[in-house]
């Protein structure tokens, strides 16, 4: 039997409903249990591919090309389980797939409604394709009294009826503040969080109190009593310095065991957590420290390189070191010609990717500090390209190379695939089409040159990585641009498209067309990562 467990979150945003079920998963799975976690998110937006960085932070891609709410990101590398496009949904496609039902005549005639046309589509998402596991975790976004999530709450309360509270639990995610003038946590947010919940028909049947201090006893009591849950089922969401310490941290308050016991399940033996020990133990004792320097432009909103971020911090588990981010905004080396004074300190230097023109000859500055100056360097995805640009502009005789995507260029060694890959099996792309269509989504193969230092590091010349590009590097280009040294080291499996560029004499200089960071894991970093900070280790000791 699947047992559903639902996330919700009040009184404010932001209070890490993504990072509790996350280790809430972590948890089960410690305890053997096979967990599948799905995000049902309020906004009208089909998916987030659309919307800006500073209002949504970074777009999560899945294998199968979907792109998703950044806390599939923290599922993924808290589980381990590799998302799919049924596992984040919105308002805007739950309302598109209805309108299509009713466009093509499903509904005979009838008048569509909320209830029970939009319900029933939310319940259908929620359910499909979970038989295979023991447990289905749902997070709904937003906040309970949002107008927008309220198609999705009814939907919970409908199913619990249809499946039975034998097999559903509710957890809801509230706020304890101190206030420091009186000198206590304030449990009154947290009962008119939990009143708006019963409002629409919702029991909570545990609370998880986010507070940066312990919970009275009689504070616990207290929120019991009020809220109508046993005391035991309030559960103490305490800050911690890592996001990793949560399972470890949820667990000595007893949220998976008071989980386990509502489903009347064996909660006394203990779960094997000596993974996250291990992790924790290798952020909290590092043997040394590396500066790595992040030349990026959506930067006035960290969540927008969420899961690169994460990568770095991987990367450093790996190498048993502290990594520090020195996040630059790449305008910035446009502005004010500062590059030689901010990169100095630098034991590695990162171009992440991004869209648009603005900020890109700051990146491809960052690029050539990093090449001249032998200083390890990654690009990802639009840093690749900016990398092959500065290749073309400094080395291959070609001042004006640049990319279609800033505008006409006589040089366009970067482009869309239909201006110069019309033969590659890859190009599945329509001719027009709406903007969340236009783009390389997911995961694809990609063949590595035996030899090169990229096959070197992943240990193979075979991979399979993570998309998320309209542009491509145009290949037309390759053999002049590899006659300045860069080397073409991966290419798609028809040989037509650039996945991997690397110059061969340089310290470490790797730069990829994909996304390394989506696959990257605590307890699995990705081996790119690793060897990028392996490579500021060493330049660290060398300085």
């Keep these: 039997m699947t047992r559903f467990v639902f996330i919700t979150g009040g009184v404010v945003s932001s209070l890490g409903k993504g990072i509790a079920s996350a280790a809430l998963a972590a948890l089960l799975q410690a305890r053997g249990y096979k967990v599948r976690m799905r995000k049902l998110d309020p906004y009208l937006n089909v998916d987030p591919g659309t919307m800006s960085p500073y209002q949504h932070g970074e777009v999560f891609i899945t294998d199968d090309g979907a792109e998703t709410d950044l806390d599939l990101g923290h599922y993924e590398r808290f589980t381990g389980v590799h998302a799919s496009r049924a596992d984040n949904t919105t308002t805007g496609r739950i309302y598109s ?10 509904y005979l005639g009838g008048t569509v409604q909320v209830i029970p046309h939009i319900t029933d589509a939310i319940k259908d998402v929620v359910v499909t394709g979970t038989d295979d596991y023991d447990f289905v975790l749902v997070e709904i976004g937003g906040t309970v009294g949002d107008i927008e999530s309220l198609p999705f709450l009814e939907a919970i309360r409908q199913l619990r009826n249809d499946l039975g509270h034998a097999q559903t639990m509710c957890v809801h995610l509230t706020l304890l503040p101190y206030i420091p003038a009186a000198g206590e946590l304030k449990t009154k947010p947290t009962q008119h969080s939990v009143k708006e919940l019963q409002n629409v028909g919702i029991q909570p049947q545990m609370l998880l109190c986010r507070s940066d201090r312990p919970i009275p006893e009689n504070e616990r009591r207290k929120i019991a009593n009020f809220c109508n849950v ?5 559960i103490a969401a305490l800050d911690v310095d890592t996001i990793y310490a949560c399972p470890i941290s949820y667990h000595n308050e007893g949220m998976d065991q008071e989980v386990l016991r509502y489903f009347d399940l064996p909660y006394d033996s203990k779960p094997d957590l000596s993974r996250w020990e291990k992790i924790v133990h290798a952020i909290r004792e590092p043997e040394g420290e590396v500066r790595v320097a992040i030349v990026g ?9 969420k899961s690169l971020a994460e990568a770095l911090l991987h990367g450093g588990i790996a190498n048993h070191v502290k990594v520090k981010l020195d996040w630059i905004e790449s305008e910035e080396f446009e502005k004010n010609g500062n590059i030689a004074e901010r990169l100095k300190d630098a034991d590695a230097i990162l171009v ?9 000859e700051g990146k491809i500055q960052a690029v050539r500090y990093a090449r001249e100056n032998n200083i390890p360097f990654l690009g990802i995805c639009f840093g690749m390209q900016m990398a092959v640009v500065e290749c073309a502009r400094s080395l291959g005789g070609l001042p004006k190379a640049s990319s279609t995507e800033f505008g006409p260029t006589d040089e366009p060694v970067v482009g869309l695939m239909t201006e110069w890959a019309r033969g590659s099996e890859l190009l599945r792309r329509r001719e027009g089409g709406d903007l969340g269509g236009t783009m390389r989504l997911g995961a694809y193969p990609a063949k590595l040159v035996p030899g090169s230092r990229v096959a070197e590091i992943y240990g193979r010349t075979e991979i399979r990585e993570r998309h998320r590009h309209r542009w491509e590097v145009n290949a037309h280009y390759k053999d002049r641009l590899e006659k300045t040294g860069l080397r073409f080291s991966g290419l798609s499996p028809d040989g037509v498209l650039p996945e991997v560029v690397e110059y061969p004499d340089h310290a470490w200089f790797v730069a990829v067309q994909y996304h390394p960071e989506l696959l990257s894991k605590p307890f699995d970093p990705h081996p790119l990562f690793a060897g990028f900070i392996a490579a500021a280790v060493k330049e660290a000791h060398r300085k």
Excluded at 97 to 106: Q, S
Excluded at 230 to 234: H, K, L, P, T, Y
Excluded at 352 to 360: D, L, M, Q, S, T
């Design 97 to 106: 797939d209805v309108i299509a039902r009713e466009r093509r005549g499903d």
């Design 230 to 234: 046993r005391s035991e089922a309030v």
């Design 297 to 305: 432009k959506y930067t006035a909103l960290l969540d927008s390189y």
């Design 352 to 360: 992440p990717g991004g869209f648009g023109e603005r900020g890109a």
